[in-house]
């Protein structure tokens, strides 16, 4: 037992701040604590640990937003959300995932700028391209844990308010994560290693949430979407950064 006291440590910590920008952002826990975790743990225990715990995370934002959330525009991007889980694995078994991993960091630093200087409705919020994205977001979730910024760039570009955003995501995510957390246990990727760390995990998940709670209620609207774009923009920056340091 003593043998897995460091892996409680880091992954807690990373939690903790993961949890910290998911709740004030809506997006963006695996962004934020899988850095810190992989470098302690493999990728696969990371993706399961983070998926798992984030959905208590999930359970509060939804109930804490609960009279902004969009239900019927979210119940197709769900549906297609869910669709993609079952192609997580499967896709990335054909495709070089640091490539894909670099695809996906560019369009995501490149869709925030585009979004955060062309402040109208942008095609990000035609129903045809938030659903496609909403399957591949599921696809995505489920395999890497990453996507999210993709579903918050066309939350913003549908001129979603603050708590929309906070309430509505987390609502997909639940649903998405839920059915990958799902296909870990029958799979055997949730090993008691998993169980551990989710464990110790899901506390310094709910403090983030907190901190973020108080933090979030200081920004105006227009100051949040300045905030969203920021950590959407940096989310990027980073995936990217990780991407070409691990393929060297």
Same mark, same amino acid.
């Given at each position: 037992?003593?043998?897995?006291?460091?892996?409680?440590?880091? !992954?807690?910590?990373?939690?903790?701040?993961?949890?910290?920008?998911?709740?004030?952002?809506?997006?963006?826990? #695996?962004? =934020?604590?899988?850095? /810190?975790?992989?470098?302690?743990?493999?990728?696969? !225990?990371?993706?399961?640990?983070? @998926?798992?715990?984030?959905?208590?995370?999930?359970?509060?934002?939804?109930?804490? @937003?609960?009279?902004?959330?969009?239900?019927?525009?979210?119940?197709?991007?769900?549906?297609?959300?869910?669709?993609?889980?079952?192609?997580?694995?499967?896709?990335?078994?054909?495709?070089?995932?640091?490539?894909?991993?670099?695809?996906? *960091?560019?369009?995501?630093?490149?869709?925030?700028?585009?979004?955060?200087?062309?402040?109208?409705?942008?095609?990000? /919020? @035609? *129903? $045809?391209?938030?659903?496609?994205?909403?399957?591949?977001?599921? =696809? $995505?979730?489920?395999?890497?844990?990453?996507?999210?910024?993709?579903?918050?760039?066309?939350?913003?570009?549908? @001129?979603?308010?603050?708590?929309?955003?906070?309430? *509505?995501?987390? $609502?997909?995510?639940?649903?998405?994560?839920?059915?990958?957390?799902?296909?870990?246990?029958?799979?055997?990727?949730?090993?008691?290693?998993? =169980?551990?760390? !989710?464990?110790?995990?899901?506390?310094? #998940?709910?403090?983030?949430?907190?901190? =973020? !709670?108080?933090?979030?209620?200081?920004?105006?609207?227009?100051?949040?979407?300045?905030?969203?774009?920021?950590?959407?923009? #940096?989310?990027?920056?980073? /995936?990217?950064?990780?991407?070409?340091?691990?393929?060297?």
């Amino acid at each position: 037992m003593t043998d897995i006291y460091p892996e409680i440590i880091v !992954t807690s910590l990373a939690l903790l701040f993961g949890s910290f920008v998911l709740s004030s952002a809506g997006f963006g826990i #695996a962004i =934020a604590a899988s850095p /810190s975790m992989l470098m302690i743990l493999d990728a696969k !225990t990371t993706v399961v640990v983070i @998926n798992t715990v984030s959905l208590a995370v999930f359970v509060f934002m939804i109930v804490q @937003n609960r009279s902004q959330i969009r239900f019927r525009e979210m119940v197709s991007p769900i549906c297609f959300g869910m669709l993609g889980v079952p192609f997580g694995l499967l896709i990335l078994d054909f495709i070089s995932t640091t490539l894909l991993g670099m695809a996906i *960091s560019i369009l995501i630093i490149g869709l925030g700028i585009y979004v955060w200087f062309y402040r109208s409705r942008t095609f990000m /919020s @035609n *129903s $045809l391209i938030f659903n496609a994205t909403s399957f591949v977001v599921g =696809a $995505l979730l489920t395999s890497t844990g990453i996507g999210g910024p993709l579903m918050a760039i066309a939350a913003v570009s549908r @001129n979603w308010e603050r708590d929309s955003v906070r309430g *509505s995501l987390p $609502l997909y995510y639940l649903v998405v994560e839920g059915t990958a957390v799902t296909g870990y246990l029958f799979s055997g990727m949730f090993t008691l290693e998993v =169980a551990i760390l !989710t464990s110790f995990g899901i506390v310094p #998940a709910l403090l983030g949430f907190a901190l =973020a !709670t108080l933090l979030v209620r200081k920004f105006a609207e227009n100051q949040y979407r300045t905030y969203l774009l920021a950590v959407i923009i #940096a989310a990027g920056v980073i /995936s990217f950064a990780k991407e070409i340091t691990t393929s060297f």
